[in-house]
Structure formats: C-alpha cells, structure tokens
C-alpha cells in the first residue's frame, strides 16, 4: 500500500537524508538506509561490482544483518526509479517484518511514498 503523506518524523527524515548523501557522495544509482530496533542506522549505495550486484536497500539490510541487527523499524532508497523492487521489500520484509515502512524519496530527498515490506 502507498501513502503520499509529506509528513515525517524526524527519524524517518534522517534516514532520508542520510540515503541521499550516500547516493550523492557515491555517485551510484541508489542510496538507502535503514534504522534497526535500537535506532541504529546503516547507510548504502548501489554495489555494482563485475561480480557482486546489489541494490541500495539489499546493501543497507545486509549491512544491519551483519552488525547483528534483529529487526527493523524503516527503511528509506533514494532513487530514479518508481519504487522499491519486490526483492528490496522482500529483504526488508525478511528482518524487519511486512509492516516494516519502506520511504520512497526522489533524488533531492523529496518523499515520494511509502509501502509496506509485506
């Protein structure tokens, strides 16, 4: 399900910002972040290596995985494209649960949306 809300919490702005940055600072395609249940962030760009290629959001969730996160309260990708894949949900989904918010943002940070991982 989509929402068009521009009202944010100052949390899920901060996700925003920081996918943003990454994506800038990067130079990638994408840039995500995602918060963890202790309000830990961890922030991605798009892999595009010969051997290795992951999305943003798939990045960002691995990378929370790896630090031993066990849950998830939101994920923002800073991208071009209309959404989130259905694999960037599905990973989401995967730590965080299908209620878990995925923040859809345009490329100057601008929400666009939110949908649910599930």
């Known amino acids: 399900m989509t929402t068009q809300s521009t009202e944010l919490d100052p949390e899920d702005r901060k996700i925003i910002t920081l996918?943003?940055?990454?994506?800038?600072?990067?130079?990638?395609?994408?840039g995500a972040a995602v918060r963890d249940e202790n309000g830990r962030t961890y922030?991605?760009?798009t892999v595009g290596l010969e051997?290795?290629?992951?999305?943003a959001l798939r990045t960002a969730v691995a990378m929370a995985v790896a630090s031993g996160a066990t849950s998830l309260e939101a994920a923002a990708v800073v991208t071009e494209a209309a959404g989130a894949s259905d694999e960037d949900?599905?990973?989401?989904?995967?730590?965080?649960?299908p209620d878990t918010p995925v923040l859809l943002a345009a490329p100057d940070g601008t929400l666009r949306g939110t949908v649910t991982a599930g």
């Open 89 to 97: 949900r599905a990973a989401v989904r995967d730590l965080g649960g």
């Open 51 to 55: 051997s290795l290629r992951l999305s």
């Open 19 to 30: 996918a943003r940055s990454a994506r800038v600072r990067n130079g990638v395609p994408e």
């Open 43 to 45: 922030v991605a760009g």
